[in-house]
């Protein structure tokens, strides 16, 4: 099971004339990838996971991209599967693997951040009375032709009332000033800082960890294992075995796990394939071709 950390926007109707107290304590929900918070701040969600290979900003550069939002403000979350399954599964498939993340759901991560923009245009048409082809967003700005302006935040309560558009206009790559281009991710300084949330830093009540000691060769058994050397070892609840190919210890912590495991000694059986070399394999490959 994969735990994210993340919280959930609700949308509110939000006046454009309430106090700014009052506006302080709303974070409409534009739609399921976009929340602009009254201070302009933008929150894409994503809905694959960050391994190392930069989808956390690539997701959230073609989001920006398409809502045209200014990418100083952006900032991301995970809405987790659980949500995803309430609400008929809005950001569809949860699966990171390769560029998988960028190559399979980049059309509809853009029409969302589309349909955002054009339901914050919408939201500001109704409210000067003005056809919303006369108004234009950038830089998390909408223009009228006039001149007269508005921010997305002050926006956004009352966007998040509105319907999303059945369909949406995806901008030409040529135009894009966001998406492709080579910005500092996002990752980086929570990575650095110690603020990032990984699978290990997840603590549940009364949870406990498993670390697994499993058998180096396909095929390969267990011949011994001697439990006695770390059952009164740091947090240390139970060892046994699985399978008779994998030993596990189930501690308190991760960092018990990983000493408890570590000092757990395992005789292995590793059967026919135990003295396979590289070069017997290598053998075999030139063989067949």
């Known amino acids: 099971r994969v735990l994210f950390r993340s919280g959930l926007s609700l949308g509110f109707g939000v006046p454009f004339g309430m106090s700014a107290a009052e506006a302080a304590n709303a974070v409409p929900e534009v739609n399921a990838w976009v929340v602009v918070k009254p201070d302009d701040t933008v929150v894409i969600r994503i809905a ?67 349909a955002a923009r054009e339901m914050l245009i919408a939201a500001v048409a109704a409210e000067w009375k003005v056809p919303a082809a006369e108004c234009t967003a950038a830089n998390s700005t909408v223009t009228h032709k006039s001149g007269k302006k508005v921010s997305y935040g002050q926006l956004a309560a009352a966007a998040a009332k509105l319907e999303p558009p059945k369909e949406v206009k995806l901008k030409d790559p040529k135009d894009w000033k966001i998406a492709g281009k080579p910005l500092k991710r996002l990752d980086t300084l929570p990575k650095v800082t110690g603020q990032m949330i990984y699978g290990i830093d997840v603590k549940l009540p009364n ?15 267990i011949k011994s294992y001697d439990a006695a050397k770390v059952e009164k070892m740091a947090g240390v609840k139970k060892v046994l ?49």
Not at 208 to 217: F, I, R
Not at 248 to 270: F, G, I, M, R, S
């Open 207 to 221: 949870m406990l960890v498993a670390a697994v000691k499993q058998t180096p060769v396909i095929g390969g058994k």
């Open 48 to 114: 694959r996971s960050e391994m190392g290979q930069g989808t956390l900003t690539g997701l959230a550069q073609l989001v920006a991209e398409e809502l045209e939002c200014a990418w100083k403000n952006v900032t991301t979350e995970y809405p987790t599967p659980g949500e995803n399954v309430r609400r008929n599964r809005v950001w569809k498939n949860y699966s990171t693997g390769g560029s998988r993340g960028i190559r399979e759901s980049n059309d509809y991560v853009r029409q969302g951040g589309a």
């Open 241 to 289: 075995a699985v399978d008779n190919n994998t030993v596990v210890v189930v501690v308190d912590t991760y960092w018990n796990a990983k000493q408890a495991v570590a000092a757990l000694p395992v005789e292995w059986d590793n059967g026919k394939l135990g003295d396979i070399q590289q070069s017997d394999i290598t053998a075999m490959l030139k063989e067949g071709l």
